[in-house]
């Protein structure tokens, strides 16, 4: 049987230099005899539209950046939320439809300081093939106010909870077919014109190689930097060395010791979801940990001791990150343990490593090296 030698991958690259100087030329050539027309784009906007809520300690806004669209334009709607120390929020989960909208992208980082509040900001991608006055419908935030103690017996003093909802977007969506039939907008064919031929076709044509030339060689040097860089780029480590190797230097940095509860915290949860990432293709680092502790729960990826142990480990990150409880040095000491042998127990199965300290920084200067 003929065996078909492999593409030349420079080769191909310079065909499809050549068929795009070609078009250039082509569309050039053309556009030299004949007049330039501009339609006026039909997209459209009215201005940003704004709704605002507010319970307590709690303050909900919810904003579109366009209250007039066309039908299939993209809408970025905003939903902020502030609260007062000493206040935890639910942020509402969107799934992929909020009719009569799509959600077609989504943006949840984690919650931020807001001077001495707090604030989520989540942004979405709406869009609709709808058309007429719609609305974004409301939405709802739970929050539960830990300062205040419920006075029902019942609830023997718990934090008391509440919801927050939001009022309607209203938002107007221009059909692609509105537009009626205008028969006098079409008239008969008109007698043949002669069409002028331009007396300096040399120039033009000098004009145009030379713009041929100049892709050709633009093309040629971002296809020799790219190898440049394939070939310079690092070997990427494994999940679990990397994540060992950041553990271990965390650890070097003696933050517990010097006092630093809080930053110790911070980098800790970071290192665990940034191997969650790398590990199990789950997106850790851009999700609250009640998002990610749902999406952690439909996945067959961990099993149910690492998912029960994962939970236990970031609340109590949480609890130091978020509502400022300052642990022990103990107790830090143990969550460190906790991460590590949760990454030494979810290495993959041919790169699991004995569970001891010692075998990451053996693996992570091998890696290096």
């Known amino acids: 049987m003929m065996r078909v030698p492999p593409a030349n991958p420079v080769g191909v690259f310079y065909r499809r230099a050549i068929a795009i100087a070609v078009l250039v030329l082509a569309c050039v050539g053309f556009s030299a005899g004949c007049e330039s027309r501009t339609q006026p784009s039909s997209a459209g906007g009215d201005g940003a539209v704004e709704r605002t809520a507010e319970r307590g300690p709690v303050r909900m806004s919810v904003r579109a950046d366009r209250s007039e669209v066309s039908v299939g334009d993209a809408i970025e709607m905003l939903v902020e939320v502030v609260a007062e120390p000493g206040v935890d929020v639910e942020m509402p989960v969107l799934e992929d439809t909020l009719s009569p909208f799509e959600v077609r992208d989504r943006r949840t980082p984690p919650d931020i300081p807001d001077g001495d509040k707090r604030r989520w900001t989540h942004q979405y991608?709406?869009?609709?093939?709808?058309?007429?006055?719609?609305?974004?419908?409301?939405?709802?935030?739970?929050?539960?106010?830990?300062?205040?103690?419920?006075?029902?017996?019942?609830?023997?003093?718990?934090?008391?909870?509440?919801?927050?909802?939001?009022?309607?977007?209203?938002?107007?969506?221009?059909?692609?077919?509105?537009?009626?039939?205008?028969?006098?907008?079409?008239?008969?064919?008109?007698?043949?014109?002669?069409?002028?031929?331009?007396?300096?076709?040399?120039?033009?044509?000098?004009?145009?190689?030379?713009?041929?030339?100049?892709i050709l060689i633009i093309l040629t040097l971002i296809l020799l930097r790219r190898r440049k860089t394939a070939e310079a780029a690092p070997?990427?480590?494994?999940?679990?060395?990397?994540?060992?190797?950041?553990?271990?230097?965390?650890?070097?940095?003696?933050?517990?010791?010097?006092?630093?509860?809080?930053?110790?915290?911070?980098?800790?949860?970071?290192?665990?979801?940034?191997?969650?990432?790398?590990?199990?293709?789950?997106?850790?680092?851009?999700?609250?940990?009640?998002?990610?502790?749902?999406?952690?729960?439909?996945?067959?990826?961990?099993?149910?001791e690492h998912k029960n142990m994962l939970a236990g480990f970031l609340r109590a990150a949480d609890m130091v990150k978020f509502a400022l409880h300052m642990p022990p040095v103990e107790e830090g000491d143990s969550a460190m343990v906790a991460a590590r042998s949760f990454i030494e127990q979810t290495a993959m199965p041919e790169e699991r490593l004995p569970s001891n300290g010692e075998a990451s920084r053996t693996d992570q200067v091998g890696g290096a090296a």
């Not at 008391?160 to 939001?166: A, E, T, W």
């Not at 209203?170 to 006098?184: K, N």
């Not at 494994?238 to 650890?251: F, K, N, R, T």
């Open 125 to 214: 991608t709406l869009c609709t093939f709808d058309s007429g006055d719609l609305e974004i419908p409301p939405l709802t935030v739970r929050f539960t106010d830990r300062r205040v103690r419920s006075d029902d017996e019942e609830s023997q003093g718990e934090p008391v909870s509440s919801d927050l909802v939001s009022e309607p977007v209203r938002i107007h969506v221009d059909s692609a077919l509105a537009a009626e039939f205008d028969p006098a907008a079409y008239r008969d064919i008109k007698d043949a014109v002669d069409v002028p031929v331009d007396r300096q076709f040399p120039y033009t044509w000098a004009i145009v190689i030379g713009a041929a030339l100049i």
């Open 235 to 304: 070997v990427a480590l494994p999940a679990h060395v990397w994540a060992l190797g950041q553990l271990d230097g965390l650890a070097d940095e003696r933050l517990l010791q010097r006092g630093s509860i809080q930053e110790f915290y911070f980098r800790l949860s970071s290192i665990v979801r940034q191997y969650i990432e790398r590990r199990f293709a789950l997106m850790a680092p851009e999700r609250t940990t009640d998002e990610f502790l749902r999406e952690a729960g439909r996945s067959q990826a961990l099993r149910g």
